[in-house]
């Protein structure tokens, strides 16, 4: 009964040790802030809280893009920017459907990731960024 008990236990264990990957979606629009040649847009940036750890990063599902949904003319928008950190230890970096590895130190931290366009209006689509737990 007692090595049913542990067994049972160590069971329950598994998905606690084990590392999921967690995902967040950007729009086009609502998560966009304007660049330094246009007026602020009212875009907020999407939020995240991550645990300590090292993860692939990677935009995937992109359909984003600007001016008002066309995907010719060089119109997609295939780069997030992703902020995090506190204090004077803030970092950031371009996000693209090629995996980046980002380290997390300390404790859980907010991660921050949006689009930016001269005019954030006419954007269309959504994008998920993914963190997947990597070595």
Not at 35 to 59: D, I, Q
Not at 64 to 85: F, H, K
Not at 118 to 124: L, S, V
Request: hydrophobic share 40%.
């Amino acid at each position: 009964m007692r090595n049913k008990l542990i067994v049972a236990a160590l069971a329950a264990m598994i998905p606690l040790m084990c590392d999921a990957a967690t995902s967040v979606v950007i729009d086009a629009r609502a998560n966009c802030l304007s660049s330094y040649v246009g007026t602020v847009s009212g875009g907020t940036p999407a939020k995240l809280a991550l645990a300590p750890g090292r993860y692939a990063v990677s935009l995937t599902s992109n359909t984003m893009s600007c001016s008002g949904g066309s995907l010719t003319g060089g119109c997609n928008i295939d780069t997030a920017i992703v902020q995090g950190g506190f204090g004077s230890i803030r970092w950031g970096g371009a996000i693209t459907a090629r995996p980046t590895v980002v380290e997390m130190t300390g404790g859980v931290m907010n991660v921050f990731a949006y689009v930016s366009d001269d005019y954030c209006g006419d954007n269309m689509g959504q994008a998920t960024l993914l963190f997947q737990p990597t070595n």
